[in-house]
Nanobody
């Protein structure tokens, strides 16, 4: 079974940077897309960023120009580089791999808190 393990969350000051990683514990032989979501208390989950199998990316308007999404297929890992962080970015961040022919895989989520 393939499981996703997220890491990199924590406390960071406003204006700081943080990188989240999402690694698959098992091998994935099919092509896959990577997506990052976040959910703050009292708010709905939103798509933050995604990168497809061909390298195409998209971002939520609220993070454009500040966040970067990438992937390493050999390491079966997705990344979310977050720069110029704001308090509004505080949320639980979750990653998802959309594996063609298999379905979606989800991580448990990691807390990101932006505060002084």
């Amino acid at each position: 079974q393939v499981q996703l393990v997220e890491s990199g969350g924590g406390l960071v000051q406003p204006g700081g940077s943080l990188t989240l990683s999402c690694a698959a514990s098992g091998r994935i032989t099919s092509i896959f897309d990577v997506a990052w979501y976040r959910q703050a208390p009292g708010k709905q989950r939103e798509l933050v960023a995604a990168i497809n199998s061909g390298g195409g990316t998209n971002f939520a308007d609220s993070v454009k120009g500040r966040f970067t999404v990438s992937r390493d297929n050999a390491k079966r890992t997705g990344y979310l580089q977050m720069n110029s962080l704001k308090s509004e970015d505080t949320a639980v961040y979750s990653c998802s791999f959309y594996v063609y022919g298999l379905g979606s895989l989800w991580g448990q989520g990691t807390q990101v808190t932006v505060s002084s």
